[in-house]
């Protein structure tokens, strides 16, 4: 079936550091791909989102490029602050059901 | 923006009671909706997907008597955990699907079963 895997947390970060969070996925057919993010004490939120290959999503200084040749939906951000210390998550959306695949989910704890 | 609300955000019960968790789209209808589970450091689940007006579609593996999902409205959809027991407790996330393509989910539900 489908799957997301992404980095396992936590990732401590100082303030302005550069963010990676790896996520691969396995799906047959071509889903969409997103990233949630999860504030504490909030539910989640859409960061960004891919449709097909080789698309770019970007959101509030976060970027993910869907890369169909690794199944990859790695996410960046060059430049963190405190206020992204969250929890992110990585999924797959196939096109029929609008059921979401979620990957394990990283925290991320960016210090001051 | 449009919201998603979930209720209680935190409940301790008693084993061999019955919980009740709301979800509700406050500014939007959703014909469909879906229950997640949430295990300590690990991914959410999709328990089912709950259809207004219809039975609930469950994943496999969910026990559907004790899971009961109640779609009555365009913008309710209720979980009701049965006979909780300790192994019940978790974080229970629900989402709303706007017709939009879009989305949305509420905050969570914290559920301790003592």
């Known amino acids: 079936g489908d799957s997301v895997t992404q980095m396992e947390g936590p990732v401590t970060l100082s303030e302005e550091a550069f963010l990676t969070i790896n996520c691969t996925y396995t799906a047959t057919g071509y889903p969409s791909l997103f990233w949630y993010v999860q504030y504490p004490g909030e539910g989640l939120q859409l960061l960004l989102k891919?449709?097909?290959?080789?698309d770019k999503g970007s959101n509030k200084g976060f970027e993910a490029t869907y890369r169909k040749e690794t199944t990859s939906f790695h996410l960046e951000k060059g430049s963190v602050q405190v206020s992204d210390s969250a929890v992110y998550f990585c999924?797959?959306?196939?096109?029929?059901?609008?059921?979401?695949?979620f990957g394990g989910g990283t925290r991320v704890l960016v210090k001051p | 923006g449009a919201v998603v609300s979930q209720h209680p955000s935190r409940v301790i019960c008693k084993s061999g009671t019955s919980v009740k968790i709301e979800c509700r789209s406050l500014?939007?209808?959703?014909?469909?909706m879906f229950w997640y589970r949430q295990f300590p450091k690990k991914s959410l689940m999709l328990m089912a997907t709950s259809n207004e007006g219809s039975k609930a579609t469950y994943e496999q593996g969910v026990e559907k008597d004790k899971f009961l999902i109640n779609h009555a409205s365009l913008t309710l959809s209720t979980l009701t955990v049965t006979s909780a027991h300790p192994e019940d407790s978790s974080f229970y996330i629900c989402?709303?699907?706007?017709?939009?393509?879009?989305?949305?989910f509420g905050e969570g539900s914290r559920l301790t079963v003592l």
């Open positions: 999924a797959l959306l196939k096109a029929a059901g609008n059921k979401l695949t």
């Open positions: 891919a449709t097909k290959a080789d």
């Open positions: 500014d939007f209808q959703a014909t469909t």
């Open positions: 989402s709303a699907y706007r017709n939009t393509g879009e989305l949305f």
